[in-house]
T-cell receptor
């Protein structure tokens, strides 16, 4: 298996622009997680899905952030409009319930908002 | 609220030195415990995990961790570090709600 795939790996955008991050989980995994990593706050869970349904989005910082999972093999995290303080590395992870919730992480998307 | 504390922000060791990274958590219920490693420029990889059974768990690359329930701790150890162990190490606690809470990480620098 190719593991969790994220795109793009790097994104540089100007403040006010819309940003869309993409994630393809490991095939067959039924949980998908979005995390944000910053120097100041470390790794934070933003939202997670089970069987394509959002379960807990309490970590989403504000309404500018939204996430969707239209099918079992694809999820997006969108920021609109983006702000400089959104600059971070965004990780996607997936897990299979039957394997006791061990999460597998993607390579991350490094977002820079200028 | 659940929290995970990693006591050391940055540890610098010489090769062959022994390593112990502290991790404490605050949660009264049943937990799963993990240590992840992030090598420079790479994504998080699982080092080891504890779900139940023997509280001393062995992971990859010679790492081990001991779960001490009475102390709410899950410290990571390695008897002899190598330069290639230079990375950031994250302790994580998973509660029954399937949420994974990460510590702030400990950066390890191993000097050849």
């Amino acid at each position: 298996d190719a593991g969790v795939i994220q795109s793009p790996r790097h994104e540089v955008t100007e403040m006010g622009q819309e940003v869309t991050l993409r994630c393809k989980p490991i095939s067959g995994h039924d949980y998908l997680f979005w995390y944000r990593q910053t120097m100041m706050r470390g790794l934070e869970l933003l939202i997670y899905f089970n069987n394509n349904v959002p379960i807990d989005d309490s970590g989403m910082p504000e309404d500018r952030f939204s996430a969707k999972m239209p099918n079992a093999s694809f999820s997006t995290l969108k920021i609109q409009p983006s702000e400089p303080r959104d600059s971070a590395v965004y990780f996607c992870a997936s897990s299979l319930r039957r394997s006791s919730y061990e999460q597998y992480f993607g390579p991350g998307t490094r977002l820079t908002v200028t | 609220a659940q929290s995970v504390s990693q006591h050391n922000h940055h540890v610098i060791l010489s090769e062959a030195a022994s390593l112990e990274l502290g991790c404490n958590y605050s949660y009264g219920g049943t937990v799963n415990l993990f240590w992840y490693v992030q090598y420079p420029g790479q994504h998080l990889q699982l080092l080891l995990k504890y779900f139940s059974g023997d509280p001393l768990v062995k992971g990859i690359k010679g790492f081990e961790a001991e779960f001490i329930k009475s102390k709410f701790s899950f410290n990571l150890r390695k008897p002899s570090v190598q330069w290639s162990d230079t990375a950031e190490y994250f302790c994580a606690v998973q509660t029954g709600a399937n949420n994974l809470f990460f510590g702030t990480g400990t950066r390890l620098t191993v000097i050849p």
